[in-house]
């Protein structure tokens, strides 16, 4: 079992900052990327970014690309999500997640098999 622990995450203005993290627990040994996915009221939970936890090969969703970066340091197995450039429509629940073996970095909800509780973030106009 993995156990992942978020934090991060709050209020910012349009155009502001913040940096979600997710330190991972138990059997990372087993992780194989680890990923970000957020969900709005009202919608499915989408994909964000996701890293590969060897290599660090890195993946983003088309309206993140160029204000978010995905990171990890496996020494202390936690991955972070530095988000730059907020606007309203990035307002959602933030998870992280992780999953086991892949052929190539899990983009689909349905592969990751571990989630973090989840961090609010919140972007006003």
């Known amino acids: 079992q993995v156990q992942l622990v978020e934090s991060g995450g709050g209020l910012v203005q349009a155009g502001g900052s913040l940096r979600l993290s997710c330190a991972a627990h138990g059997r990372t040994f087993s992780i194989y990327a680890m990923g970000w996915f957020r969900q709005a009221p009202g919608k499915e939970r989408e994909f964000v970014a996701a890293?590969?936890?060897?290599?660090?090969?890195?993946y983003y969703t088309d309206s993140v690309k160029g204000r978010f970066t995905i990171s990890r340091e496996n020494a202390k197995n936690t991955v972070w999500l530095q988000m730059t450039g907020l606007k309203p429509e990035d307002t959602a629940v933030y998870y992280c997640?992780?999953?086991?073996?892949?052929?190539?970095?899990?983009?689909?909800?349905?592969?990751?098999?571990?989630w973090g509780q989840g961090a609010q973030v919140s972007v006003s106009s």
């Open positions: 997640a992780a999953s086991g073996p892949r052929a190539g970095i899990p983009l689909n909800r349905h592969e990751y098999n571990y």
């Open positions: 890293i590969s936890w060897i290599g660090g090969n890195t």
